[in-house]
Structures are given as C-alpha cells and as structure tokens.
Nanobody, 130 residues
Framework: HVQLVESGGGSVQAGGSLRLSCTTS?????????MGWFRQAPGKGREGVAA????????YYADFVKDRFTIFYDNAKKTVDLQMNSLKPEDTALYFC??????????????????????WGPGTQVTVSP
C-alpha cells in the first residue's frame, strides 16, 4: 500500500513563507488523477486549500488562499508542493496531502468540498504566530 507523506511544516511569524511537500512512501511512485492540500484547525472541520487534476484540466484554490498559496505538481516524481506566502495566524492548522479522486469529469471544487479523495497523508503542522 503506497502512502502519502507530508513534510515542510513548521512555525513562522505572520508574513512569512513555508513550502509543504507531499511524496509517496517507499520506492514506488504511484500516479493519481488528482492531488490536493487540505487543512484542519483545532475545533474546526477539514477544508480544502488547493488541488489539481494531474492531467492539467483543472486547478482549485480556496478563496482564503488565492494570491498567497500556489500548488505545484511534478509529474516525473508524482509529488505535489504547496508554496505558502504571506502567512496569517488564521492559517495555523494541520495540513494534509490527499490523492485519488473518483473522476476528473466532475467539478474539482465539488470534489474538494466533499473531501472526496481516496488516499490521505498523516498531516504536517503549520503554526503562524502574530
């Protein structure tokens, strides 16, 4: 079973930057039709941050991260990064990588909102101080 593993989390001050990376564990590079980043703050539900269909047909960003975060997909390595700039204290959360959507014919926003991804990583903590 190929797992997803996140890295790059940490603590920064407001206005700072972090880059999260998501890879697959083990030696196999399993491809997926989609990959994305989600987050969950203490006492709140999990929410989509950014995602893409790996065929290049769609990219999604939550309104609260537009113009601050960028998602990158490396097709050769089957990895996905999330570059986070201008971080705010409200961005503090556990960030999860996810993959494997049921289809790429559906609206990516709908798939993200429904958290309809079949494979998830354990998460990496991001803490932004004022």
């Amino acid at each position: 079973h190929v797992q997803l593993v996140e890295s790059g989390g940490g603590s920064v001050q407001a206005g700072g930057s972090l880059r999260l990376s998501c890879t697959t564990s083990g030696n196999r590079r399993r491809s997926s039709n989609c990959m994305g980043w989600f987050r969950q703050a203490p006492g709140k539900g999990r929410e989509g941050v950014a995602a893409l269909y790996t065929d290049g047909s769609a990219t999604y960003y939550a309104d609260f991260v537009k113009d601050r975060f960028t998602i990158f997909y490396d097709n050769a390595k089957k990895t996905v990064d999330l570059q986070m700039n201008s971080l705010k204290p409200e961005d503090t959360a556990l960030y999860f990588c996810a993959a494997d959507c049921p289809t790429t014919r559906a609206s990516l926003k709908v798939v993200v909102t429904a958290l309809d991804f079949g494979r998830w990583g354990p998460g990496t903590q991001v803490t932004v101080s004022p």
